[in-house]
């Protein structure tokens, strides 16, 4: 049966006036009286439901009044506009017939829940007004993801899930085997035999597709990758997650300014696409979670991001006398609550902090003149804090190798990277972007466990 979509009757709501129409979808709310009542229906396609009103002309008035919230009905009726009630139309219904039956203890009643029960119920959060705002937009946002480099004409890879190799040098990463835990293969030296393994070497889940996405870049030139990865971080905080996925573009005869000109550019691109796409959903966020969201994205379409140098940010940290949690140290990484500082009391807009301590970034970042810093740079945004971290990335074949020794980095294990150098290894650079912080971002919604369908995180692998 063709049912009409409660999307394409607010997208036309003049065409279907007083015309028949058949809607199926599941109860929000019901209330009804001796005479007549009423229904708040959506059917998935709109943020917005629609409104039916039934009397006792249809033979099963009295059946209906009692459909708990979540029942899935399919109502035929005729569609009217009502300009002067709150909402801008709603079915006159003929017939209301029952598709699937709802437990009347439905756990989502009309009724404000708390975002931490709603985790414990992750297979029906998507229900309510919040989740479906904000999967809705996570929705959005990765097709203009897609759309952003499609039209500049990047290529799409499609980095590998398991590899062999630690993107970030530190160790942190979900191991892969199929060995018996409980009788485990040892060599010679007592230690673990990964020959005996499916792969026949140590494998782990990917923390980064950034280094195959350099194989790609020096011969498409302009690449992308989008895709799930890995942390085996004990961090139980907000902005942490074990499972989470990755925006990364590589872009070869490029550098820094580049790397920083296109994270700029694509940021404002998913903002307005955002903003222009989901109205109803943005004003939802900016009515119940963040009070002045949409002005604050659109100001920032307006403003040019700031660009300071780390060194820069410590001396304006320093000076500021507030006191932090985390000292204020150069030679330290900054702090969500020093990045915060800076975007949100400092400069007031996104801020790209560059060139880094060598010390606290990773291997592959090129080594500045100074030979103290890399070409390093993220991108802290008020709010949320660091959502993208980026680099000029380090082309010198020596140099390259010198800085994998001083990180106890193997070259055997990072032969096909090292032979990238060799040849016609042109300057190149690229960053990640965290899509839940950026889904953050736009949302206003505090925790990266509310962005994320079914969030992995210490101690929860649960759905």
């Known amino acids: 049966m063709k049912y009409n979509l409660i999307r394409d009757l607010y997208e036309n709501k003049e065409a279907y006036s007083e015309k028949e129409v058949t809607i199926s979808g599941w109860i929000r709310t019901i209330r009804d009286s001796n005479k007549f009542g009423f229904i708040e229906i959506n059917d998935g396609t709109s943020f917005k439901g629609i409104q039916v009103v039934y009397d006792d002309s249809l033979e099963n008035f009295s059946d209906i009044g009692k459909y708990p919230v979540a029942t899935a009905i399919v109502v035929k009726g005729k569609?009217?506009?009502?300009?002067?009630?709150?909402?801008?139309?709603?079915?006159?219904?003929?017939?209301?017939?029952?598709?699937?039956?709802?437990?009347?203890?439905?756990?989502?009643?009309?009724?404000?829940?708390?975002?931490?029960?709603?985790?414990?119920?992750a297979h029906l959060r998507p229900r309510s007004n919040t989740f479906a705002a904000v999967f809705r937009v996570r929705s959005l946002a990765s097709y203009a993801v897609h759309k952003f480099f499609q039209e500049k004409g990047f290529v799409n890879v499609h980095t590998p899930i398991i590899t062999a190799s630690d993107a970030e040098g530190a160790g942190e990463m979900f191991k892969v085997t199929t060995l018996d835990l409980l009788d485990i293969p040892r060599d010679d030296?007592?230690?673990?035999?990964?020959?005996?393994?499916?792969?026949e070497k140590p494998a782990s889940l990917t923390v980064s597709g950034q280094l195959e996405g350099e194989i790609f870049a020096l011969a498409f030139r302009n690449i992308y990758t989008f895709g799930p990865t890995f942390r085996a971080e004990n961090s139980n905080t907000p902005r942490h997650a074990a499972e989470?996925?990755?925006?990364?573009?590589?872009?070869?005869?490029?550098?820094?300014?580049?790397?920083?000109?296109?994270?700029?550019?694509?940021?404002?691109?998913?903002?307005?696409?955002?903003?222009?796409?989901?109205?109803?959903?943005?004003?939802?966020?900016?009515?119940?979670?963040?009070?002045?969201?949409?002005?604050?994205?659109?100001?920032?379409?307006?403003?040019?991001?700031?660009?300071?140098t780390y060194t820069e940010a410590i001396r304006l940290l320093k000076e500021s006398e507030k006191e932090f949690e985390y000292p204020v140290e150069w030679g330290s990484d900054l702090q969500t609550e020093h990045e915060r500082y800076l975007t949100e009391m400092v400069f007031k807009k996104p801020v790209f902090v560059t060139d880094y301590p060598k010390d606290i970034k990773a291997f592959y970042m090129r080594l500045n003149e100074d030979e103290k810093t890399v070409a390093a740079m993220d991108l802290l945004v008020p709010g949320v804090g660091e959502i993208i971290g980026g680099s000029q990335r380090e082309e010198r074949l020596e140099v390259l190798k010198e800085k994998m020794l001083k990180n106890g980095l193997k070259e055997e294990d990072y032969w096909w990277y090292l032979e990238l150098r060799k040849y016609g290894g042109v300057k190149h650079a690229g960053f990640g972007l965290g899509f839940e912080r950026l889904i953050m971002y736009l949302t206003g919604m505090s925790n990266i466990r509310d962005v994320i369908p079914f969030p992995r995180t210490v101690g929860n692998a649960e759905f």
């Open 244 to 308: 989470f996925w990755m925006i990364e573009p590589e872009i070869a005869f490029a550098d820094i300014k580049d790397d920083m000109d296109l994270a700029e550019e694509m940021i404002k691109y998913l903002i307005r696409f955002v903003l222009d796409n989901a109205p109803q959903e943005m004003e939802f966020f900016n009515s119940f979670i963040d009070k002045g969201l949409k002005d604050r994205l659109e100001g920032i379409l307006k403003s040019d991001f700031e660009r300071v």
């Open 189 to 199: 030296r007592k230690e673990v035999d990964f020959t005996k393994d499916f792969f």
């Open 79 to 121: 569609f009217v506009l009502t300009p002067e009630s709150k909402q801008p139309f709603e079915i006159k219904a003929t017939s209301i017939s029952l598709e699937a039956p709802s437990d009347s203890k439905y756990p989502l009643q009309k009724k404000r829940h708390t975002l931490e029960y709603l985790r414990t119920i």
